[in-house]
């Protein structure tokens, strides 16, 4: 087991010299809320666009994503999931169907929704199970939104703990993650 964490470590260590572009993602969100228009909208146009936002997530599948994506996301828009960083609706909906290659129930709840200004903030509940797993992950989490004018969603960054979302169930490095975790 020392052997193994010790080279969990070393390949860790090893990948964090790489040259790898940083990342500062809080300044990438502060740049994106500085950078896009975001509007109050009138109480139709907030239930409608609530209402779409429910609706991609309540469901995620490879035909919900092609049938609903341009509804709900402007052609611009600017999304981060803790995950990934993407700019554009096409880099969106790649990143999803992707991801649904990989996961066979994708489902999100929407418990309430927020406004202050013209940032709209939706707690949820997803659960997650991927291909081949009996375990279906649940994580809870908080989506910033930001709209244009027609309603469609221009900023989206979510507020999660991926490690317990996600890493936590890998094979191998969520059992040191798991692990380090127990240690604090």
Not at 100 to 116: I, K, L, N, Y
């Amino acid at each position: 087991m020392l052997n193994l964490l010790a080279l969990l470590f070393a390949v860790v260590g090893l990948s964090a010299c790489a040259s790898h572009p940083a990342t500062d993602t809080a300044a990438a969100y502060s740049a994106a809320q500085s950078s896009l228009e975001s509007v109050v909208l009138s109480p139709d146009q907030e239930a409608d666009a609530v209402l779409r936002f429910k609706n991609f997530y309540k469901e995620v599948t490879d035909s919900s994503v092609r049938a609903q994506i341009a509804g709900l996301y402007a052609e611009d828009v600017w999304f981060n999931d803790s995950l990934k960083t993407l700019h554009g609706r096409a880099a969106v909906q790649d990143y999803f169907l992707k991801t649904m290659e990989h996961v066979e129930v994708f489902q999100t709840r929407v418990e309430d929704v927020a406004r202050s200004g013209s940032n709209y903030y939706v707690r949820w509940t997803m659960d997650v199970r991927f291909k081949g797993s009996k375990e279906t992950i649940r994580t809870i989490g908080i989506s910033h939104l930001g709209f244009d004018s027609s309603g469609h969603v221009i900023l989206h960054q979510d507020f999660w703990d991926s490690t317990s979302g996600f890493f936590e169930h890998l094979p191998v490095i969520g059992g040191a993650i798991r692990w380090v975790k127990s240690l604090l």
